[in-house]
């Protein structure tokens, strides 16, 4: 499968604690985003790189957040200090920069239940 | 105010139907206007990209944009249960500092029953 891939699909975990995502883009792709879902709304944007580079983020990532993708490939998502309104699914999305189109594909998503 | 409005529905179709899905939006910057289906527990999937104004057509489905009332619509032809999701409009600009982010609507959720 060479789609975008996330990892766990699923972590629970209580409050306070601090969680680790990671997110694999499709390999050619210099971009790559990540968004916040939550029940019955459509993706929040939050984050994105293009190779190594964090071009935006989004003024409703608190500073208990943060993103890196180091060597322009895989990137990971931190939450330190989780919160219950933390709860969500977070995707990751990967494109080709340069394209007209720059069609954004989405990973399957990492649902995260905050106790 | 939001800046993309998408009734969430639910909408509740026989097999074979036409449906129609839409938003408006309110940032006259945005220029790159998509539909996304979403299964439950799933990641979003494209189904349409349109730029501008226009229609594009591609299979049962056609999209279509009106810049100048800022709405667009995604139809969805002799329905089928298969298409039962949640479809997601999309947005973004053109470029500056905001081109790589696409703004959502809340999304549509549809049932096509046999």
């Known amino acids: 499968d060479t789609g975008v891939s996330q990892d766990p699909r699923h972590k629970i975990t209580k409050r306070g604690q601090n969680v680790t995502f990671r997110c694999d883009p499709i390999?050619?792709?210099?971009?790559l985003y990540w968004y916040r879902q939550t029940l019955g709304q459509g993706p929040e944007f939050l984050t994105y790189?293009?190779?190594?580079?964090?071009?935006?983020k989004s003024r409703l990532l608190s500073d208990r957040f943060s993103a890196e993708r180091p060597k322009g490939s895989f990137s990971t998502l931190e939450i330190q200090r989780t919160e219950q309104g933390d709860s969500a699914m977070y995707l990751c999305?990967?494109?080709?920069?340069?394209?007209?189109?720059?069609?954004?594909?989405f990973g399957p998503g990492t649902r995260l239940t905050v106790l | 105010q939001k800046e993309v409005e998408q009734d969430p529905g639910p909408l509740s179709v026989p097999e074979g139907a036409i449906v129609s899905l839409n938003c408006t939006y309110s940032?006259?910057?945005?220029?790159?206007f998509m539909w996304y289906r979403q299964y439950s527990r799933k990641g979003p999937e494209l189904l349409m990209y349109?730029?501008?104004?226009g229609n594009k057509e591609d299979g049962r489905f056609t999209a279509q944009v009106d810049k100048s009332s800022k709405y667009i619509s995604l139809f969805i032809r002799d329905s089928q249960p298969s298409d039962s999701a949640t479809y997601l409009c999309?947005?973004?600009?053109?470029?500056?500092?905001?081109?790589?982010?696409?703004?959502f609507g809340q999304g549509t959720i549809l049932t096509v029953h046999p």
């Open positions: 999305a990967s494109s080709l920069a340069g394209l007209r189109t720059d069609t954004q594909y």
């Open positions: 390999s050619e792709h210099n971009r």
């Open positions: 790189f293009q190779n190594e580079a964090q071009l935006e």
């Open positions: 940032n006259s910057a945005f220029q790159y």
């Open positions: 349109t730029y501008s104004s």
């Open positions: 999309a947005m973004k600009n053109a470029g500056g500092t905001s081109y790589g982010k696409l703004t």
